[in-house]
């Protein structure tokens, strides 16, 4: 049975869509991550470089490198949480209603993961 690209009810073989909703949100969804794609790659770039680079500080500056890895945290989750992309193979086994609120759930467990650490960035290591 083939399914709506939107939400994955079961649709005939002639639709593509269930209704007129789904339809329209799917093409805000791809026009609003047309819009943001660039941006979000640059930004998600920085900080999953930032990770490994925060890592490397750490060795040699723990507060400096422990900074750099919980703002990279922080930063990514909330992108993802504000433009959630799913990757391409999500979208067509979920389904992109069902892709999109997985890929915001993982933002905000980041973003979640990156207050955290920089609540700790704060108590031990930025005494001022
Ligand atoms: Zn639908």
């Given at each position: 049975?083939?399914?709506?690209?939107?939400?994955?009810?079961?649709?005939?073989?002639?639709?593509?869509?269930?209704?007129?909703?789904?339809?329209?949100?799917?093409?805000?969804?791809?026009?609003?991550?047309?819009?943001?794609?660039?941006?979000?790659?640059?930004?998600?770039?920085?900080?999953?470089?930032?990770?490994?680079?925060g890592l490397f500080m750490f060795s040699l500056r723990q507060s400096i490198g422990f900074t750099m890895?919980?703002?990279?945290?922080?930063?990514?989750?909330?992108?993802?949480?504000?433009?959630?992309?799913?990757?391409?193979?999500?979208?067509?086994?979920?389904?992109?209603?069902?892709?999109?609120?997985?890929?915001?759930?993982?933002?905000?467990?980041?973003?979640?993961?990156?207050?955290?650490?920089?609540?700790?960035?704060?108590?031990?290591f930025?005494?001022?």
């Amino acid at each position: 049975m083939k399914k709506c690209d939107y939400c994955g009810k079961e649709i005939t073989y002639f639709e593509q869509y269930c209704c007129d909703e789904c339809q329209r949100k799917t093409l805000n969804f791809y026009d609003f991550q047309a819009k943001f794609s660039k941006f979000f790659g640059i930004v998600n770039g920085i900080c999953v470089f930032g990770i490994p680079i925060g890592l490397f500080m750490f060795s040699l500056r723990q507060s400096i490198g422990f900074t750099m890895i919980s703002l990279s945290v922080l930063i990514l989750g909330l992108m993802i949480v504000i433009f959630p992309f799913p990757v391409e193979n999500m979208i067509s086994s979920m389904k992109l209603k069902k892709a999109v609120s997985v890929t915001r759930i993982i933002g905000a467990v980041l973003l979640a993961l990156g207050i955290a650490l920089v609540i700790l960035d704060f108590v031990f290591f930025l005494k001022f």
